[in-house]
């Protein structure tokens, strides 16, 4: 093996002792790549990898590679994209709203505004509890509101955090959030297709992604593929329905429960109703790790872009009418106020 490798991060190169972990010998050398757990979890180290080879860190379907785990065996190139500067401010709990049996909506109120890119995520640390990855997301009904980030947290019955929400974490609670991180953001201007899936509360990040899409070109195809394993999972209809109404967007709830109630609802997993993808389309992806991970295999197969940020669960792991009835309002009348809806998103 050489004794020296050279890494080039975004075409400025530095030396490197070969068989060092990436993300020590960028450190090393003055360049600040983004970290976090440095233990191949939280996903803030990953860049991609455009030229050579490392050992651990990558997963075979994917370009990205974990910087806190990866060893250099050669000279690489790696990329990383523009995101805002990671930062880490107090706020307090400002609402706590159950949306689904197990998903609560939970409200924070920060001093002022914290920038992330649509589909990032962030630490968010209650006081007094361990700090926890959420993703900042738009609100499922109405418009965002100055200095306050909205999460979906599923709850775990034995989650030290998630079993907390409403109990000994309350509306005023106090709050550490932190990042932003992650790789699955929004790339503006893309003139092809968008396809997004998710599982579970990995909704939130792609709701983000799926309106920043639409307010930057109304008239995009874009697909989303949104999986619950119950009927009564699915909390996020309401927000279906209104990007249901733009005219190139097709929404496919997909529940892992056989059910009757509703044609519109397909059975199965993310996968058996992903559309065929092609080299044009950009794939954004978040939930269950299996999940992603398969998604991004058949993405590569199409030769198709595919954004992932794997959900790893911290913790081990309106009710159906109002869904039947959200769901056969937009039967009835699918191109209704698509001006209204688009004048609301955009405000
Ligand atoms: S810092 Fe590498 S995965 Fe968290």
Not at 76 to 87: F, L
Not at 153 to 182: C, M, N, Q, T, Y
Not at 229 to 240: F, G, I, N, T
Not at 307 to 320: M, W
Request: aromatic share 6%.
């Amino acid at each position: 093996m050489k004794r020296t490798c050279q890494v080039t991060l975004n075409q400025k190169s530095f030396p490197a002792k070969c068989g060092d972990v990436l993300l020590d010998a960028a450190l090393a050398n003055g360049v600040d790549l983004p970290h976090d757990c440095r233990s191949g979890i939280c996903g803030a180290c990953r860049v991609r990898l455009v030229n050579g080879r490392v050992f651990g860190g990558r997963n075979e379907d994917d370009e990205m590679i974990h910087a806190c785990q990866a060893r250099l065996i050669s000279d690489i190139e790696i990329e990383t994209e523009r995101a805002p500067d990671q930062v880490s401010t107090s706020g307090r709990v400002a609402a706590i709203t159950r949306l689904s049996p197990d998903v609560f909506g939970v409200d924070i109120e920060l001093p002022g505004p914290f920038a992330y890119l649509p589909g990032q995520f962030c630490k968010v640390q209650f006081f007094g509890f361990p700090a926890r990855n959420y993703s900042p997301t738009y609100p499922l009904e109405g418009r965002p509101r100055k200095h306050l980030m909205h999460f979906h947290i599923r709850k775990f019955a034995d989650g030290l955090v998630s079993s907390e929400l409403g109990r000994a974490i309350r509306v005023g609670h106090r709050v550490r959030v932190s990042g932003p991180f992650g790789h699955a953001f929004l790339r503006p201007q893309h003139s092809g297709g968008i396809v997004l899936a998710s599982s579970g509360t990995g909704f939130a990040p792609m709701w983000s992604v799926a309106v920043a899409a639409i307010m930057e070109r109304p008239t995009r195809e874009l697909i989303f593929v949104v999986a619950a394993r119950k009927l009564k999972s699915l909390y996020m209809h309401a927000a279906l329905c209104r990007l249901a109404l733009f005219p190139n967007v097709t929404i496919i709830p997909t529940v892992s429960e056989p059910q009757n109630v509703s044609a519109a609802i397909r059975t199965g997993r993310p996968t058996d109703h992903l559309p065929n993808l092609s080299p044009e389309d950009l794939v954004y992806v978040s939930g269950a790790p299996a999940m992603t991970a398969q998604i991004a295999k058949i993405a590569k197969a199409a030769g198709a872009r595919c954004f992932t940020d794997p959900f790893v669960p911290n913790e081990t792991a309106q009710g159906q009418n109002t869904l039947v009835r959200s769901l056969g309002r937009l039967a009835r009348s699918p191109g209704r106020a698509f001006s209204e809806i688009a004048g609301r998103l955009a405000g």
